[in-house]
């Protein structure tokens, strides 16, 4: 367990410093207020028109990076701060919000097929952890002279619930890239942003879309952790 550990430490420490660095871009970013004076909320909702998209509503919801699109009740939810907010960091956030709104509208397979996933990787992101701890336990008691690799029954079936919550972070990852390339495309096309507010949008959401990635690969190291004990065991 000693090896599970180091990795989840490395990958706390990254995670850390590529969050600080975008929490940092996000600070800069937002002292740079719009020529044009628009809001989040006025952002979000012109982006929405300029699609034909007009029975998605633009909300505001407490606390910070709490941003999301909800497409089961239609719905760019923004944090209070990118509601109200006239600066580039709120506008890049916005127009992100909004590209997975435009990706809802048609028919993006990624997204399509993230969804259909929600339901069983709230079950396996639940499960996981604690079926493989257990499965550990079970191989490690069950261990005998006739059957040195042990039982690796319920540590395999921890092992395929863990690679179900890997596979979505996979997934997760050309949905929010492309819709960071659809906000970033309307803002430049509809003049919205200057060549400055533009490419400060750019950055910003270019360290956004890194957490994801370190997200995703942390997962993938664990899994391959887990695997190699699973499959470890079974040499023995």
Excluded at 16 to 21: E, Y
Excluded at 29 to 54: F, P, T
Aim: proline share 2%; with cysteine.
């Amino acid at each position: 367990m000693t090896g599970y550990y180091l990795i989840l430490g490395v990958l706390m420490l990254v995670s850390w410093l590529v969050s600080a660095r975008l929490k940092s871009k996000f600070e800069h970013y937002s002292k740079l207020h719009l020529r044009n004076g628009m809001s989040g909320k006025e952002i979000a909702e012109k982006m929405l028109r300029d699609n034909g998209i007009h029975d998605v509503q633009v909300i505001s919801v407490p606390g910070q990076l709490t941003d999301h699109y909800n497409p089961v009740n239609k719905t760019v939810n923004l944090s209070e701060g990118v509601y109200m907010q006239r600066n580039a960091a709120a506008a890049a956030v916005a127009a992100h919000e909004c590209g997975h709104a435009v990706q809802h509208a048609v028919g993006y397979s990624m997204l399509q097929l993230r969804s259909k996933l929600v339901p069983l990787v709230n079950i396996s992101s639940t499960l996981s952890q604690f079926v493989i701890f257990a499965g550990i336990s079970v191989m490690i008691a069950s261990r005998s002279i006739q059957n040195p690799q042990g039982n690796t029954t319920v540590l395999a079936i921890g092992v395929l619930l863990f690679a179900v919550t890997t596979l979505f972070a996979f997934i997760t990852l050309p949905v929010e890239y492309d819709a960071s390339k659809r906000a970033l495309a309307w803002l430049e096309n509809s003049g919205t942003l200057g060549r400055e507010e533009h490419a400060a949008a750019e950055d910003s959401l270019k360290w956004a879309a890194r957490t994801y990635v370190v997200a995703a690969l942390g997962s993938l190291a664990q899994l391959l952790y887990w695997a190699s004990m699973l499959f470890g065991g079974r040499r023995e």
